[in-house]
Structures are given as structure tokens and as C-alpha cells.
């Protein structure tokens, strides 16, 4: 699929399929690493009716292909009733119950949906995970900073030479905190045996 099937809103948690007829379009809910559509939606998206994929889904739930608690959810969704706005819990379901439905309805649109919703989860996944990175990384450096540690700036602008001194300074700080502490517990011990010889004394 091209990126004319990807379109992303400035909220950044809905993101639009479109076929390539430009026939259908369909606003997806991206939460929790997948994909979510209301029924209605999904009966848009293959082309059948809502009854159809009430039946799909309740087959899909009774034969124990999926688990109901983990793919449905319900969201508040503000739809337009006539001239007013309306809002509405709805049930969603994630993508795994989307894509059964779509093989039980054999539609060449699902397997177009298919092949888009696969691309997308792991471009949003590989992003996330990006992000994650990054996040972590600037958790770090401000968990070192706090603790008085130097932070070696400019990822991928170190020299090898930089990150080696940078290395051997960290060791040998370690290495004299380790010493110190050897040192402390060797009088701690030095002047145990001397309380005891005393107490044995007397």
C-alpha cells in the first residue's frame, strides 16, 4: 500500500484507511498497539450489512476464535443525529476480530484492509518503540544529572577516544568507591575483634 492510505489526525490517535477506489473510507482508532472499528464501520468497510457482521462477530466469540473481554471495548463516540450532536457508547473491535470477520466474509477489500492495517501497526509500532527509546534515553541522562554524573552529549558525535576516557574515568571512580568501602568494613572488622578481645578479657 502507498501512503495515500495513511492519514493521520492531529489528535494522533485516529488514522484513516481509504481503498484504492477511493470508494471507502474508514476512520480507525489506534490504543493499545491495534486497530479498532465500531460495527457499523466494519459493515462500511466490507461492503455488508450490520446484521451481517453482528452474526460474523457472534460466531467468531460462540466457536471461541477470540476472546470477547480481550478484543471489544467501549467507547463514548459523538456522532451527528439529524442536527444535533449525540453522544454514544459504543462497542469497538480490535483489529484481530476485524480481519476474522473480513475472512468470513471472503471481500476483496479485506484483504486490501489486510495488507494496509499490517503496514501500519508496525510503522506505529517501530515509532513507538523509537519513541520509548528516546524517552528512556532522556530518563537516563536526567537520572545521571541528578546524581552529579557528566552526560556524554551529542549521540553519534562521540569520538571513540571521548567514550573511552569517558569509560575510564566512570572505572576508576568506581574502582576508589570500592577501595574506600573495602577500607571502611577492614576497620569496622579491625575494631570488632579489638571489642571482643577486650570483652574477652573481662
Keep these: 500500500m ?67 473481554n480481550a478484543t471489544c471495548k467501549s467507547y463514548l463516540q459523538v456522532q451527528q443525529e439529524g442536527n444535533r450532536q449525540v453522544s454514544r457508547n459504543m462497542l469497538h473491535y480490535s483489529l484481530p476480530v476485524i480481519l476474522a470477520v473480513g475472512y468470513r466474509v471472503r471481500s476483496p477489500r479485506g484483504t486490501q484492509f489486510r495488507q494496509w492495517a499490517t503496514q501500519t501497526l508496525q510503522e506505529y509500532l517501530i515509532k513507538g518503540f523509537l519513541i520509548f527509546l528516546r524517552d528512556w534515553q532522556d530518563k537516563l541522562d536526567q537520572f545521571l544529572q541528578f546524581n552529579d554524573r557528566a552526560v556524554l552529549q551529542g549521540a553519534g558525535k562521540i569520538s571513540k577516544k571521548m567514550a573511552d576516557e569517558k569509560a575510564q574515568a566512570e572505572y576508576s571512580q568506581f574502582g576508589e568507591q570500592q577501595r574506600r568501602l573495602k577500607e571502611a568494613e577492614g576497620e569496622k572488622d579491625i575494631a570488632n575483634l579489638l571489642q571482643w578481645k577486650k570483652e574477652d578479657k573481662t
Design 2 to 68: 502507498t501512503d495515500k492510505h495513511l492519514t493521520q489526525s492531529p489528535a494522533g490517535e485516529f488514522i484513516m484507511f481509504a481503498s484504492d477506489d477511493g470508494e471507502v473510507r474508514v476512520e480507525c482508532r489506534f490504543e493499545q498497539e491495534t486497530l479498532w472499528l465500531p460495527q457499523a464501520t466494519i459493515a462500511n468497510l466490507y461492503r455488508v450489512t450490520p446484521q451481517a457482521i453482528t452474526q460474523h462477530i457472534k460466531a467468531i466469540y460462540e466457536e471461541g476464535e477470540l476472546e470477547q
